[in-house]
């Protein structure tokens, strides 16, 4: 759908049972990001960021609401369908890098390709790698780089089947200052330049204030 928005949910919530009854993870969260915004979700640890995240990744059904990713409806799918989206529509990065420890930097980075049976695999991967000036570490290992190198890989990897959709969780969260910003700038380009909705949750205000508008959570819920 042309004029869909990228992201729509609507009065999404997540209950979990606990031994000490049913906890709320998130409570009547609403939100629409348009396609081609950069948009960051602030707010304290335990407040629901990254449970929110990974609803909008089809990694987590909610309890309520409705979630429509690109005008498709999350509900109306199965998780070989969902899988089908997050590969084809979705490029996801992670604070923690989660990268391959087995894999070369090249072999992870075409990994969701070689998912999906493209015969190209491995020269979009390269080109991904070149793209985050890492063509020079095609055969190194995750433990062979930085921290700034891998989650170059992890966001190559991210954007190389073209997603329509990049999420990502705190990226600069485990690099410090100087490697962080060179991340925020990478991430950034990549984006204007690819035409890619961004929807990152951060602590890093700088990254905050690149992006066009905010949510800010708290206690589970979109607060002003």
């Known amino acids: 759908m042309e004029n869909s928005p990228m992201i729509l949910l609507q009065g999404v919530s997540l209950t979990l049972t606990s031994q000490a009854g049913p906890v709320n993870i998130l409570s009547d969260v609403s939100i629409r990001v348009e396609a081609g915004e950069r948009v960051a979700l602030i707010g304290p640890s335990g407040s ?3 449970t929110l ?3 909008a990744a089809g990694l987590e059904r909610p309890s309520a609401g409705r979630v429509v990713i690109g005008g498709i409806d999350f509900a109306s799918l199965d998780e070989d369908a969902l899988a089908e989206v997050r590969r084809d529509q979705i490029g996801i990065v992670f604070q923690s890098f989660h990268l391959v420890p087995t894999m070369t930097a090249l072999e992870n980075v075409a ?3 070689e998912l999906a049976f493209r015969r190209d695999a491995l020269d979009l991967a390269r080109d991904g ?3 985050v000036g890492l063509g020079h570490r095609l055969t190194h290992y995750p433990a ?3 921290g700034g190198e891998q989650q170059r890989v ?3 990897r991210a954007f190389v089947a073209s997603p329509r959709l990049v999420l990502a969780d705190e990226p600069t969260g485990n690099l410090d200052g100087v490697t962080g910003r060179r991340v925020v700038e990478l991430l950034m380009r990549l984006c204007r330049e690819n035409g890619t909705t961004l929807l990152v949750i951060t602590h890093d205000r ?4 690149l992006c066009g508008r905010s949510f800010r959570m708290m206690d589970g ?3 002003p």
């Open 48 to 50: 629901g960021k990254s």
């Open 53 to 55: 995240m990974m609803i």
């Open 111 to 113: 990994l969701p390709l």
């Open 129 to 131: 790698l070149a793209a």
């Open 144 to 146: 062979q780089l930085s």
């Open 154 to 156: 992890a966001i190559a």
């Open 206 to 209: 700088d990254l905050a204030g």
């Open 221 to 223: 819920a979109i607060v």
